[in-house]
Each structure stands twice: as C-alpha cells, then as structure tokens.
C-alpha cells in the first residue's frame, strides 16, 4: 500500500523542480488553479488560443485541459494542444467538467479522447457519464454520486482507454486498470470552494512532470491536495478562509505533517 | 414592512435545497460569484456558450445574466439563454453592468429585454440609464448617483417592463412597481471589492428558486448580503478581508444575528 | 535621487480622484488587477470587445494592455483600445506578457507597438525579448533572467520606442531612455502568487492619470506596490495570505510608513 515515504518524494521534487504546466481551463478556475500551481512549486501558464497552444505545448511543460466555461474557440486550442501534446509524448490531464449535462460536452469530450489523456480525473457523476452511464445525472456542475459507486466504471474506463482514472469526492480512487489506490482526506467544506476540483486536475499535471507514474502523479496530488485542505478546514471558519489557509498550506506543508495525516485505505 | 421573520426562511430553505443557478457572467465576477453562491449554499454553474446555454436551462435551475466585459459570442449565449428561460417559465435576473456607457452596452440590454427579466439589479447609474435618462453619466462601471436620486425611475422601469427592479447603493430600493422596499445594511468599504454588485444579482437568482415572489428574492438576497458585508467590514483590515469575512459569513450567518442586523427602512 | 515626498503625493492622489482605468488583461488576473485597483483608490473597468472598446478609452480614463491568454479577437479589441488612445492622447501601458515564447505572442506586440504605449512593463525574459534578443529564453510566463540584465535593454528600448520601460523583479528598474530610476522593495514570496506583475502594470496606468511624467508614474506604482508587498509577506503564512494583506495594505498604507520603507537605491 501507498504512503508518505513513496509520495513526499514527488512533492519534493516539485518544490525543486518548478515545472512547467500549461493549463487551458475554465474562466471561474484559472486564478485559483494558478494560485495552487505556484503554492505547490510549479509555474503555471494560460495559454489556449488555436494560434499558439500547440507552439507552447513544444516548450516542454505538461499540459492541463479542463472544459468548464466550454465554447468553440476554445474547444479548438485544446484540440490542437492535445494533438501536440500526444505527439510529443506529453504527458496531459482531462478534467470533463459537467460531462454528460449538455451534448456539447458529450461532443467535446469525444474530440479530445483520441489524443489519449494520460490522467482523467473527475467527479463520480463525470466519469460514471464517460463510462456510458446514462442513469445518472449530475446536478450542473455537482455530482449527485459518490465516488465507491464509481469505482467500477473508473476501471473499466481506464481499461477501455488506456490511461489512469481518479474519481474525487469524500473517498478519491484512482486506478489505472490494473491498481486501485483510495485516499481519505479532505474535509466537506472544500465543497463549498469554486474550482477545488479544477484546481486539483492541474495539480495533477504538475506531479506528471516528476514522475512517469500517472497513478503516483494522481495519488500524490491528491494526497497533498487532500492534507492541505483538511488542515485549512479545521482551522477555518469558512470557505473563504479555508481557500486561503488551504493555498497557505500547499506552501508550508512538511513532510512530518504530511505524512501524520496522509490517508490512503487501499 | 418586512423584516427577519420573513426573510429568514429563504435563507435557510437555500442552504437546505442548494438549487442549481446558471450564471452567464463577466470574467471579473466568476470566482467571487461561484464563491458567493457556494457559501450561501446554492449549485452555481458557469455555462454561456451558444451552443449549450439553452440547453443547461432545461436542467431546471434559475439564471443570472450579467453583461460585463460583454463580447458578440457571449451575447448569443445569453440571448439564447433568456430565450429559453422566458419559454420555460423561469426566473432570471439581469445585471446591466456599465448600460448607458456605450452604444454596444445599450443595444446588448435591447436585446435582452423582450424576453423580460423576473429582476433587474443595477447601481443607481444603470437603472437611471435603462429608465431612459440620457441627463446622468456613470464613471466606467461605477455610479456617479445615488440609490434614492433613481427611486422613481426604478418604479417607473418596474412598471414598464413588469418585472421587479432593485437599485443597490448605500440604501438598496426594491420595487415590483406597486410595492417598494428599502434596506440599509452593508458598509462603503463594499465598494472597494469588485464583483460585490455582480455577485449580489447572481445571489438574487438563488432566492428566485426558493421563492416565488421576485420581491422577496431581491429583498432577501440584498439583506443577507448586506448584512454579511457589514459584519466582514467592521472585522476588516481592508478590502481583501473584507471579501473573505463576507464569504465565510454567508456561510455562517445564523438567524439570530440576521434578525439583530437587518435594517428594512421602508 | 527619488524619495518619497516626490512620490506619496501621487498615492495620494489617486486615492483622492479616483480615476478611470480602462483594463484589458487576462482571465488569471482580472479579479487581482481590479481588486488591487479598487484599494489603491482608483475605478477600474474592463472593456475589451472590439464593438465597444475604443468607445469606453473616450469616457477619459487611462489604458491598460496586457497580453496573457491572449486570442484574435481580443488583439482586435487591444489594437482598437490603443488606436483611440494615441489619437486621443491617452497614456497606455503595455504589459507584453510571455513575449518571445511564441511566434503569436511577437506578432501581437508588433500590431501594438505603433501606437506608442506610455510605458512597458514586463519581467527581465520579456523586456530583453523585445529588446530583440534571442539569447534568452524564458520558462512560459516567468523570468529566467534578472532585472540588471535586462538594464541596458530596457534603456534601448525605452530610446528606440519613445517610451517608458519598467522592468521588475527582485531590483526593479525603470527608464525614460534618459533617466534611470532602480528600486528595492518587494519580496520572494510576491513570485509565489499570480498576477502581480499584471496588477502591476495596471495599477502604473492608474498613476498615469495623476501624473504627466510615465517615469515618475511607474516609480510611484512599483514604490507603493513593493512596500505594500513587503510589509504583506513579513506578516504571512504562505502566499495567499500574502495576496490578502497585499490588497488590504494598499488600502491601508500611510505616509510615515511608506517613507520609512522605499528604497530607491539609484
């Protein structure tokens, strides 16, 4: 089983490192999800215009395609993104916000597959409506289900598409087919922060920078993510301060505390 | 008159039911209106392309139209919104940021009333503006006038186009034409927060789903609001903390001190 | 030598007047870039539609451009803004973020640069990017390089342009071609959070309306900025507290304070 002496490393490394990460994501998440990517170590850019996503996908960084906030243009950097990405062995991220909710996110969805994302992480109702599922709905944005009644459809979505799955919510699972590795922190609160979720799909991307491994990429993010929010939360006194306190954390976290709290159960 | 007996119950039937509120809003306000709507406990969602804007309304939340940093695309996405919102039977609110400062603003707003906003929420500038007067001039997206100086405009707006209007400023005026309500919570510090106004019409959109009477919705929205502001303001070190403070206590605001603070002058 | 009985009075001022700063900037910093704005005293508002945004540069405010995430039809609004600026008179600045790491990113400053921007401000890579060297190359948006690198650079281009260039980092240097101006404040951690060199920029457009002298307009905004970041990161827990206590401090800040802390070192 996973624990802090396999994952502090990569957070580490992070720190060290600095990484690179192009993230094309939505309009409500972009400030956070910048915020969590310099707190944890890295250097975040925007970048998504047709004209000059691919071009940036050659600098080298990895890359992070998020489709809340979705329309044509942008459809079309991240199409172009991806097709760099896939070309170039860029290792990237797919978080299909609100899949399943309209049929353009159901096409738009399709238009990116085929560059295989090396990560899919969303909520149980996401991948349960990548799966094929079409007896769930989800609230909007919000997942009506949770995470364990996903657990099935994560692994044959990663089986059917060759990449790793996580599936977040009060228990996060994370399975490339053949693995199967759940975490347990967090705290309900986070729910009432915007652009947690997003914000985390990035952080995964980041971690793809420092190892090859996309479910120790996925774990370790999640695990880091996870820890700083519940110890945000606890000190909170509310979901304003627990964003702060949570972006605090990310860049104060020891490897001590880390590994006290860090919750993986399988 | 009303007061906290009234109002209360649609704040907590709002933390209770978390209704879905589609926003179509500018790019400043979409964190601090996703964060608003979190912390007092509805189900925002962002979604404006033309694309799926009609579509996510079928999903049976409420909608909030706001026309800051306002492009050709994203004015299809909210005619077509509006449009199905106004076949659907439901309620929305238009917040007509910066109306009367430029032609495009004014012909924006044009196209979106035939399909007759449930509430209009603006600052005392823009609802002078919609009401016709060509004598006053807004600074950029600021009011250069006072909440009572457009009173009698506002009624007249109501009137007109048959829906509620709500002018916010040091005192807030709420009208369905025939009633009018006045409240004075809030503190000037608000002003020096962006997307307090943006965020306070999305919130009205939140109440429309747990109350039928568009009257009460603003009411409700702008006394909760104002009286988190102010309770943030007087704790403040400055802005920032002040958005924070408001955050974590739409999240936490409790009956009692809601019922202590609330200020209906009218 | 520049102190701060030269350069508080334009802090003044601008809390005083208020002025109007018409902002076209990325989605990562529209929410920092107004709120910072907002407790620095002045009024911002961001207008950036091709249909609407050489309207709004007549309402009289000053200009600010900045080039993150940027996309044809915003360069459209950006070339029509700055158009009606130079004819108008307008003083602009452009901040020509990640300049150099794409092709795109080049053309896009080259449609900008005729129209004669009041001031650039940029990091070292960008500076020395439009300085039209090829020898360095920067990591996505943030500098590899440091600010007395890109001196004689920013001198150059500050000539060949006709201009202002600010080149900040951990010493920032500011230049008419003539005079340099270098200042220390400012600390690691600011690095840590995103955009403050957008924010920045903006908030040097600000200045621009209380002063005729770009030279003296860029100090005063990189003098109150770096202080109130520094008297921020020596009171925080990590950077989003930073961030918290940067905008309060704006707000905040006094004279006697701002004397004791500036350090112009040339």
Redo the contacts between chains.
């Keep these: 089983m996973l624990d802090a002496s396999t994952l502090w490393p990569f957070v580490r490394d992070l720190r060290e490192r600095?990484p690179?990460v192009?993230c094309i994501t939505?309009?409500?998440a972009?400030?956070?999800t910048?915020?969590v990517l310099?707190?944890a170590g890295a250097?975040?850019?925007?970048?998504?215009?047709t004209?000059?996503a691919a071009?940036?996908v050659e600098?080298g960084?990895t890359l992070s395609i998020n489709i809340?906030?979705?329309?044509?243009?942008w459809l079309g950097g991240m199409e172009a993104a991806t097709i760099a990405a896939k070309r170039r062995g860029t290792p990237w991220v797919l978080d299909p916000v609100?899949v399943g909710?309209?049929?353009?996110?159901d096409e738009a969805v399709a238009r990116l597959l085929p560059q295989t994302p090396t990560v899919i992480r969303g909520n149980a109702s996401e991948i349960m409506a990548m799966a094929g599922r079409r007896d769930v709905a989800a609230?909007?944005?919000?997942s009506t289900q949770t995470s364990p009644a996903a657990r099935t459809n994560a692994i044959e979505l990663a089986r059917r598409l060759g990449c790793t799955v996580a599936v977040t919510g009060s228990i996060d699972i994370v399975t490339d087919g053949a693995r199967v590795v759940s975490l347990a922190n967090g705290h309900p609160m986070m729910?009432?922060?915007?652009?947690m979720g997003c914000s985390l799909s990035a952080l995964v991307a980041a971690f793809l920078a420092v190892t090859r491994d996309p479910l120790l990429a996925a774990a370790s993010a999640i695990g880091y993510f996870g820890v700083c929010g519940e110890l945000a939360a606890e000190a909170?006194?509310?979901?304003?301060?627990l964003?702060?306190?949570?972006?605090?954390?990310?860049?104060?976290l020891d490897c001590t505390t880390f590994a006290d709290r860090l919750k993986v159960v399988e």
Excluded: C, W
Aim: glycine letters at 8%.
């Design positions: 600095a690179l192009q939505n309009f409500v972009m400030d956070m910048a915020n310099l707190a250097s975040p850019a925007m970048v998504h215009a004209e000059e071009d940036f600098l960084g809340g906030t979705l329309s044509p243009g609100a909710a309209t049929r353009y996110r609230k909007g944005v919000d729910t009432k922060v915007t652009a909170a006194e509310g979901p304003a301060s964003r702060l306190r949570m972006i605090d954390r990310l860049y104060t």
